[in-house]
């Protein structure tokens, strides 16, 4: 029988071979601490499939539909949606790709959201495989994210200062427009870290008390980070 990661032409033999097709990773660290791009690497490098629940809202902000019209207001300004809304959009999620590795970018980001994430999965008969802290000091989130830039399209990410497309404006793998997030000004970025401090930090204890929560600098940047956390989810499935 084929398994599903036989169509992915990106994954590598090794990864296909690490990987417990259940695996469920959260990511966690502050905005501009570079969990996107990690998560896109391991769904390229080692097959996850890649949940941003930013992403998602995003996108139905730009499709117009009833949750996108709902959210609109919470992600442009840079706060979190409520609870109710998130658990819901993702339980839909949990059960389309049951059984598959599954990295969680930006989710969950309150206690609640990590109780009822539990409950969901609980109720597959999974778990939460491993958490992995992404850290980084606000000054450098701030630098960052005012450079950073995302393809309309495909959602590629790039950063002016240190990892700029190769044509301005354009997504190199796509040829999609390059635009600025709304949420990544200055003063919405402030605001974002603040409502991280406040509402997602948390979380950070939360899991240390239940299982082994991993942390990465989020300062040795790309490649040495995903080092890390290749690293990271071997050794745990020793
Ligand atoms: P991100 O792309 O992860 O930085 O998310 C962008 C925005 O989407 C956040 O600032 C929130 O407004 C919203 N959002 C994304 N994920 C969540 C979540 N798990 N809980 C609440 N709001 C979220």
Same mark, same amino acid.
């Given at each position: 029988?084929?398994?599903?990661? +036989?169509?992915? &032409?990106?994954?590598?033999?090794? @990864?296909?071979?690490?990987? $417990? ?5 959260? !990511? ?76 969680? +970018?930006?989710? &969950?980001?309150?206690?609640?959201? @990590?109780?009822?994430?539990? $409950? ?5 008969? !999974? ?112």
């Amino acid at each position: 029988m084929r398994c599903w990661l +036989d169509s992915c &032409p990106k994954v590598n033999r090794l @990864a296909y071979l690490l990987l $417990r097709y259940e695996m469920n990773v959260v !990511l966690l660290g502050p905005p501009g601490s570079g969990k996107g791009t990690q998560a896109e690497l391991m769904h390229e490098r080692l097959g996850f499939v890649h949940y941003s629940t930013g992403d998602v809202f995003r996108d139905h902000i730009k499709r117009k539909t009833p949750v996108g019209y709902e959210v609109k207001e919470y992600v442009t300004s840079g706060r979190l949606v409520p609870d109710s809304v998130v658990i819901e959009v993702v339980n839909a999620f949990i059960a389309e790709h049951v059984g598959k590795p599954i990295v969680y +970018d930006g989710f &969950p980001r309150t206690i609640p959201q @990590a109780e009822g994430f539990g $409950r969901v999965l609980d109720g597959h008969g !999974l778990k939460v495989d491993a958490v992995v802290l992404i850290d980084l000091a606000d000054d450098e989130v701030i630098r960052r994210l005012t450079a950073r830039r995302q393809c309309r399209k495909c959602k590629k990410i790039y950063n002016l200062t240190f990892r700029p497309s190769r044509k301005e404006g354009i997504c190199d793998e796509c040829g999609g427009e390059l635009y600025q997030r709304e949420d990544d000004k200055e003063e919405t970025i402030r605001r974002r870290l603040d409502v991280y401090r406040e509402q997602t930090e948390p979380l950070i204890k939360f899991y240390e008390d239940k299982f082994k929560l991993e942390r990465i600098a989020g300062e040795l940047g790309r490649d040495k980070v995903f080092e890390e956390l290749k690293r990271i989810l071997e050794t745990g499935k020793e």
